[in-house]
Antibody, heavy 118, light 111 residues
Framework: EVQLVESGGGLVQPGGSLRLSCAAS????????MSWVRQAPGKGLEWVAN????????YYVASVKGRFTISRDNAKNSLYLQMNSLRAEDTAVYYC???????????WGQGTLVTVSS | QSVLTQPPSVSGAPGQRVTISCTGS?????????VHWYQQLPGTAPKLLIY???NRPSGVPARFSGSKSGTSASLAITGLQAEDEADYYC???????????FGGGTKLTVL
C-alpha cells in the first residue's frame, strides 16, 4: 500500500523558517518525480514545487522562488521542503504527492498544516 | 484567480447526471497537455479520479468519466450518489508557467 506521511508543520512567525518532511513507502520512491502542493484554508489547490527522481531538476511556483527549497533523499525514501522568509500567505495545508512529470499526481499524503502568524 | 476556470458549484439529485467544466488556454489544455481530475471529500486529502483526460485509476467507479476538447475539459458523474458530495479539481500543465496548474475547484452538492 502506498503511503505518504508529511510532518514538520506548525505555527511560525512571519519571516521565520520551517522544514517539512514526507516519508514514502509502498512504491519505488526513487522512480518518481515528487511534488509539494498546498491548500490555503477554505481555498483551492496550488502546486508549489517538484523535483526529478535524482534531484537534478527542480521547479517552483513563482511566489516561492528564492524562499523555498525542495530536496529528496532516495536512500531514506524522503522528500523535504525547506521554507524560509515565511509570509502570512504561505499559511496552508502542505501535501506531498507522487507525480508523473507533466501529468498527474497519483498519490497524496494526508497533509501537514503550516500557520504563519505573529 | 486560477489558471484553469471551473464553476464554483454544481448540484444534482440522486441518480442524476452532472458535469463540471474546466476551461484553460493555449498555454495549457490547448497546447495538448492532458487534464486530470481529483476528488476531495470533506476534511481529507485529494484523490486522483481521472487521469489522461478520460482514464480511471483502479477502484474508481465507471460513473465517473472525463473528456477534453480544444482548450476545455469536462468531468461527468452519472447515477449521482450521496457520497459523491465533495470538491472536484481539474489540473493540467502550463508551459508558460513551467508548472502544474489547478482549477479553482467545484463544490458538488447532492440534493
Amino acid at each position: 500500500e502506498v503511503q505518504l506521511v508529511e510532518s514538520g508543520g506548525g505555527l511560525v512567525q512571519p519571516g521565520g523558517s520551517l522544514r517539512l518532511s514526507c516519508a514514502a513507502s509502498g512504491f519505488i520512491f526513487s522512480s518518481y518525480w515528487m511534488s509539494w502542493v498546498r491548500q490555503a484554508p477554505g481555498k483551492g489547490l496550488e502546486w508549489v514545487a517538484n523535483i526529478k527522481q535524482d534531484g537534478s531538476e527542480k521547479y517552483y511556483v513563482a511566489s516561492v522562488k528564492g524562499r523555498f527549497t525542495i530536496s529528496r533523499d532516495n536512500a531514506k525514501n524522503s522528500l523535504y521542503l525547506q521554507m524560509n522568509s515565511l509570509r502570512a500567505e504561505d499559511t496552508a495545508v502542505y501535501y506531498c504527492a507522487s507525480e508523473r512529470f507533466l501529468e498527474q499526481f497519483d498519490y497524496w499524503g494526508q497533509g501537514t498544516l503550516v500557520t504563519v502568524s505573529s | 484567480q486560477s489558471v484553469l476556470t471551473q464553476p464554483p458549484s454544481v448540484s444534482g439529485a440522486p441518480g442524476q447526471r452532472v458535469t463540471i467544466s474546466c476551461t484553460g488556454s493555449s498555454s495549457n489544455i490547448g497546447t495538448g497537455y492532458d487534464v486530470h481530475w481529483y476528488q476531495q471529500l470533506p476534511g481529507t486529502a485529494p484523490k486522483l479520479l481521472i487521469y489522461g483526460n478520460n482514464n480511471r485509476p483502479s477502484g474508481v467507479p465507471a460513473r465517473f468519466s472525463g473528456s477534453k476538447s480544444g482548450t476545455s475539459a469536462s468531468l461527468a458523474i452519472t447515477g449521482l450518489q450521496a457520497e459523491d458530495e465533495a470538491d472536484y479539481y481539474c489540473q493540467s500543465y502550463d508551459s508558460s508557467l513551467s508548472g502544474s496548474v489547478f482549477g479553482g475547484g467545484t463544490k458538488l452538492t447532492v440534493l
